[in-house]
Nanobody
Framework: QVQLVESGGGLVQTGGSLRLSCAAS????????MGWYRQAPGKQRELVTS???????NYADSVKGRFTISRDNSKNTLYLQMNSLKPEDTAVYYC?????????????WGQGTQVTVSS
Protein backbone atom coordinates (compact mmCIF):
# COMPACT_ATOMS: atom_id res chain seq x y z
CA GLN A 1 0.00 0.00 0.00
CA VAL A 2 1.41 3.34 -1.07
CA GLN A 3 1.14 6.17 1.44
CA LEU A 4 2.00 9.79 0.76
CA VAL A 5 2.41 12.36 3.52
CA GLU A 6 2.72 16.05 2.67
CA SER A 7 4.14 18.80 4.82
CA GLY A 8 5.32 22.36 4.50
CA GLY A 9 2.17 24.33 3.81
CA GLY A 10 1.27 27.50 5.60
CA LEU A 11 0.53 31.20 5.38
CA VAL A 12 2.87 33.46 3.45
CA GLN A 13 2.74 36.97 2.06
CA THR A 14 2.71 37.78 -1.63
CA GLY A 15 6.18 37.36 -3.06
CA GLY A 16 7.20 34.88 -0.38
CA SER A 17 8.37 31.30 -0.66
CA LEU A 18 7.39 27.90 0.68
CA ARG A 19 8.71 24.40 0.18
CA LEU A 20 6.36 21.46 0.24
CA SER A 21 7.52 17.93 0.92
CA CYS A 22 5.87 14.60 0.16
CA ALA A 23 7.24 11.49 1.81
CA ALA A 24 6.34 8.24 0.07
CA SER A 25 6.17 4.91 1.88
CA UNK A 26 7.67 3.12 -1.13
CA UNK A 27 10.50 3.81 -3.57
CA UNK A 28 9.65 5.37 -6.89
CA UNK A 29 9.64 2.89 -9.74
CA UNK A 30 10.61 3.50 -13.36
CA UNK A 31 6.93 3.40 -14.34
CA UNK A 32 5.95 6.10 -11.85
CA UNK A 33 5.15 9.73 -12.41
CA MET A 34 4.90 11.94 -9.33
CA GLY A 35 3.33 15.32 -9.21
CA TRP A 36 1.69 18.13 -7.30
CA TYR A 37 -1.91 19.11 -7.82
CA ARG A 38 -3.85 21.91 -6.19
CA GLN A 39 -7.48 22.71 -5.57
CA ALA A 40 -8.76 26.15 -4.74
CA PRO A 41 -12.21 26.69 -3.20
CA GLY A 42 -14.94 26.25 -5.80
CA LYS A 43 -12.49 25.08 -8.46
CA GLN A 44 -11.46 21.75 -9.89
CA ARG A 45 -8.23 20.09 -8.90
CA GLU A 46 -5.50 20.98 -11.37
CA LEU A 47 -2.05 19.67 -12.16
CA VAL A 48 0.69 22.04 -11.05
CA THR A 49 3.77 20.05 -11.98
CA SER A 50 5.01 16.51 -12.48
CA UNK A 51 8.26 14.59 -12.72
CA UNK A 52 9.05 11.22 -14.22
CA UNK A 53 11.52 8.69 -12.87
CA UNK A 54 13.92 9.90 -15.56
CA UNK A 55 13.66 13.43 -14.22
CA UNK A 56 11.54 14.92 -16.99
CA UNK A 57 9.45 17.74 -15.60
CA ASN A 58 6.26 19.44 -16.66
CA TYR A 59 4.77 22.68 -15.32
CA ALA A 60 1.49 24.47 -15.63
CA ASP A 61 1.92 27.80 -17.41
CA SER A 62 0.75 29.65 -14.33
CA VAL A 63 3.74 28.47 -12.26
CA LYS A 64 6.54 28.27 -14.82
CA GLY A 65 9.60 30.12 -13.63
CA ARG A 66 8.32 30.30 -10.06
CA PHE A 67 7.87 26.69 -8.92
CA THR A 68 10.40 23.86 -9.06
CA ILE A 69 9.69 20.18 -8.56
CA SER A 70 12.43 17.83 -7.41
CA ARG A 71 12.87 14.56 -5.63
CA ASP A 72 15.35 12.79 -3.40
CA ASN A 73 15.26 9.11 -4.29
CA SER A 74 17.33 8.16 -1.26
CA LYS A 75 14.57 9.53 0.96
CA ASN A 76 11.58 8.62 -1.25
CA THR A 77 10.62 12.27 -1.00
CA LEU A 78 9.15 14.70 -3.51
CA TYR A 79 9.54 18.46 -3.13
CA LEU A 80 7.90 21.57 -4.48
CA GLN A 81 9.81 24.82 -4.11
CA MET A 82 7.41 27.71 -4.58
CA ASN A 83 8.83 31.20 -5.05
CA SER A 84 7.24 34.55 -5.86
CA LEU A 85 3.95 33.33 -4.50
CA LYS A 86 0.74 35.07 -5.52
CA PRO A 87 -2.70 35.14 -3.90
CA GLU A 88 -3.99 33.01 -6.77
CA ASP A 89 -1.64 30.23 -5.65
CA THR A 90 -3.81 29.81 -2.55
CA ALA A 91 -5.13 26.25 -2.53
CA VAL A 92 -4.84 22.85 -0.96
CA TYR A 93 -1.84 21.14 -2.52
CA TYR A 94 -1.88 17.39 -3.04
CA CYS A 95 0.97 15.04 -3.76
CA UNK A 96 0.23 12.36 -6.34
CA UNK A 97 1.94 9.17 -7.42
CA UNK A 98 0.70 7.60 -10.65
CA UNK A 99 1.93 4.04 -11.05
CA UNK A 100 1.54 2.64 -14.54
CA UNK A 101 0.72 -1.01 -15.08
CA UNK A 102 0.44 -2.89 -18.37
CA UNK A 103 -2.75 -1.24 -19.65
CA UNK A 104 -3.88 0.90 -16.73
CA UNK A 105 -2.57 2.94 -13.84
CA UNK A 106 -3.18 3.52 -10.14
CA UNK A 107 -3.34 6.94 -8.53
CA UNK A 108 -2.27 7.52 -4.94
CA TRP A 109 -2.88 10.79 -3.09
CA GLY A 110 -1.65 12.50 0.00
CA GLN A 111 -3.98 14.14 2.46
CA GLY A 112 -3.26 17.64 1.18
CA THR A 113 -1.58 20.66 2.71
CA GLN A 114 -3.02 24.17 2.77
CA VAL A 115 -1.10 27.01 1.16
CA THR A 116 -2.46 30.50 1.75
CA VAL A 117 -0.91 33.56 0.15
CA SER A 118 -2.02 36.88 1.59
CA SER A 119 -2.09 40.05 -0.47
Amino acid sequence: QVQLVESGGGLVQTGGSLRLSCAASVPMLSVDIMGWYRQAPGKQRELVTSITSAGTTNYADSVKGRFTISRDNSKNTLYLQMNSLKPEDTAVYYCNLRRHHAVEYSDYWGQGTQVTVSS
